[in-house]
């Protein structure tokens, strides 16, 4: 190993830390053939936790013995034979369960010890990995879904992509950081990559260079979400597409070399970019590569959050992409095996996975279009959803994740598929629902955050009960969405926000969107807004 663990002397290192000092949490993978062929009590209980580095957890409850597999898909852009392989896995082992996480991977559950090198080879041949996908280490790289054929793209950035997730890859100089750390890439001009919520972004930018006008990047860093949420704040560098990977391999050598290793719930990127600032980072990152320009005009336009429905033309003249709802993120793998085939009858065979859940169909003909959209697969999963269902974003919930408090995918499918009966409006609202604190659904982003907590009740003792959240978005500078008062009952839900929904419907102006809505009448008046609402349902 060619660095020095600076912070091993430290008396002060958590638990975590003082395990990884001992053992990289890479080396998993040179122990799970022997953890197969021996079974799941052949695993030490105090090695559950470092499973994670190969894209594993154990899932609710461990016990149990049946893991969670995330699988890398830097950018989402998945070949053919990729998606086949996908299928498989939830078809032969996972129980038919195949999940789009909000970074764009794919998440299998009910997986045994025994069927991990199996599912390895399967991944490894047709160049997939799970490496990475978890654990205190660069986990998979966010970015344009639409890449190389965006018209809203400045360049292709799958190149840059690939480059800077090849590097991270299985790198022992890189596996061992203080904790998750989370990049994205993207030159689409409306941060389809969520630029603020990553540790590290890459985001379009142009600067005039001696007379010439060059393409390339800013850069962001700090922005992370969990109990302490916070933006990513932009450096005061312009970065050439040729510069990322150096730029890349230098803030991970900070987060590595500086990031704090004695708390475990101070150790993301995002605390140490508090405390130094933009100004102290950006100094530092220089330190490392040398002089770089000073940062230009940035090209974001606005943003899209992930949602590509609909039939649209690509760059390639004659060419269009189809962008499909997956209602809360979930397939089967039958499913998955029919995206397939229609992706290569109608396509090229690519899919691309979005982080609002959902994926889309490239590179398909003008005439292929219509037959495309006739296949009895889009009456379920549909180009043009119905408003709520088609905004609507999940965590696992308490079904298979241990930190989860209340059930979550399927209480929302339920919720937005009872708004969309109930209601109709002229703009999206979207909804993110969490679990816990941790916001693996990203809830403070949402239109309206709906996060699982337990509630003690007089009639029915402890229940599933939801805080809601008003007002996210990453527009502009971006803002988290601002807690209400209140906790309701998971079965009162659907009729509180039916009520609270109404009263938006009369009072919004035409066009207006929830999050200007918001801006415009205030916390007070919404917390009026939502203490009748709540009265309405009891009474009711």
């Known amino acids: 190993?060619?660095?020095?663990?600076?912070?091993?002397?430290?008396?002060?290192?958590?638990?975590?830390?003082?395990?990884?000092?001992?053992?990289?949490g890479l080396e998993i993978f040179k122990d799970i053939p022997y953890y197969a062929e021996n079974g799941f009590d052949s695993i030490p209980k105090d090695e559950w936790d470092l499973f994670k580095w190969a894209g594993l957890y154990l899932q609710r409850p461990k016990e149990d013995g049946y893991f969670m597999m995330r699988v890398n898909i830097p950018s989402g852009i998945l070949t053919n034979e990729q998606v086949e392989?996908?299928?498989?896995?939830?078809?032969?082992?996972?129980?038919?369960?195949?999940?789009i996480t909000t970074r764009q991977a794919i998440q299998f559950h009910w997986l045994r010890i025994e069927h991990i090198p199996d599912i390895f080879n399967r991944l490894?041949?047709?160049?997939?990995?799970?490496?990475?996908?978890?654990?205190?280490?660069?986990?998979?790289?966010?970015?344009?879904?639409?890449?190389?054929?965006?018209?809203?793209?400045?360049?292709?950035?799958?190149?840059?992509?690939?480059?800077?997730?090849?590097?991270?890859?299985?790198n022992e100089e890189f596996s061992n950081l203080p904790r998750k750390y989370k990049m994205s890439i993207s030159t689409n001009v409306y941060n389809a990559a969520n630029?603020?919520?990553?540790?590290?972004?890459?985001?379009?930018?142009?600067?005039?260079?001696?007379?010439?006008?060059?393409?390339?990047?800013?850069?962001?860093?700090?922005?992370?979400?969990?109990?302490?949420?916070?933006?990513?704040?932009?450096?005061?560098?312009?970065?050439?597409?040729?510069?990322v990977k150096e730029v890349a391999i230098a803030i991970t050598t900070i987060f590595r070399d500086y990031g704090y290793r004695e708390k475990r719930h101070l150790a993301r990127l995002k605390f140490l970019m508090a405390d130094w600032g933009p100004e102290k980072f950006t100094e530092k990152v220089l330190e490392y590569t040398g002089p770089l320009p000073e940062k230009g005009e940035d090209a974001v336009k606005g943003w899209n959050a992930g949602y590509f429905y609909g039939v649209h033309p690509q760059k390639q003249e004659g060419l269009h992409y189809a962008g499909f709802n997956v209602p809360v993120g979930r397939l089967s793998a039958d499913e998955f095996f029919e995206i397939a085939r229609i992706a290569k009858q109608y396509g090229n065979g690519e899919v691309r996975t979005c982080n609002s859940q959902n994926f889309i169909i490239p590179n398909v003909p003008a005439e292929n279009v219509e037959?495309?959209?006739?296949?009895?697969?889009?009456?379920?999963?549909?180009?043009?959803?119905?408003?709520?269902?088609?905004?609507?974003?999940s965590c696992t919930g308490i079904e298979y994740c241990n930190l989860?408090?209340?059930?979550?995918?399927?209480?929302?499918?339920?919720?937005?598929?009872?708004?969309?009966?109930?209601?109709?409006?002229?703009?999206?609202?979207?909804?993110?629902?969490?679990?816990?604190p941790n916001s693996c659904g990203q809830r403070q982003i949402a239109d309206i955050g709906l996060q699982g907590v337990k509630m003690k009740t007089k009639d029915k003792g402890m229940v599933e009960a939801f805080e809601i959240y008003v007002g996210g978005t990453?527009?502009?500078?971006?803002?988290?969405?601002?807690?209400?008062?209140g906790k309701f009952d998971g079965e009162d839900l659907p009729n509180v926000l039916v009520a609270f929904l109404t009263a938006f419907k009369e009072q919004k102006l035409l066009g207006e969107s929830f999050y200007e809505f918001v801006g415009r009448v205030g916390l007070e008046h919404l917390q009026a807004t939502l203490d009748q609402a709540a009265v309405e349902v009891v009474v009711s």
């Open 85 to 99: 392989a996908i299928a498989s896995i939830g078809r032969d082992y996972g129980r038919d369960v195949v999940d």
């Open 404 to 436: 989860a408090l209340v059930e979550t995918k399927e209480r929302l499918r339920r919720i937005a598929e009872y708004l969309d009966e109930q209601l109709t409006l002229d703009v999206p609202v979207r909804f993110h629902m969490v679990g816990c």
């Open 195 to 243: 630029a603020e919520i990553n540790c590290a972004s890459f985001t379009p930018a142009t600067k005039e260079i001696a007379g010439e006008t060059v393409l390339g990047f800013h850069v962001k860093v700090g922005g992370g979400l969990s109990a302490r949420p916070f933006l990513a704040q932009t450096l005061n560098l312009f970065v050439r597409p040729e510069q």
């Open 1 to 24: 190993m060619s660095y020095t663990k600076v912070w091993a002397d430290n008396l002060k290192l958590n638990a975590t830390e003082q395990k990884k000092l001992q053992k990289d």
């Open 371 to 393: 037959s495309l959209l006739q296949e009895p697969l889009f009456q379920r999963i549909k180009e043009k959803p119905q408003s709520f269902i088609g905004h609507a974003v």
């Open 124 to 170: 490894n041949a047709v160049g997939m990995s799970t490496a990475g996908a978890c654990g205190d280490i660069t986990r998979t790289i966010v970015g344009n879904p639409l890449a190389g054929i965006d018209p809203n793209e400045l360049f292709d950035t799958t190149p840059i992509v690939n480059e800077v997730y090849e590097f991270f890859q299985h």
């Open 474 to 485: 990453l527009l502009g500078d971006g803002a988290f969405n601002e807690k209400l008062k």
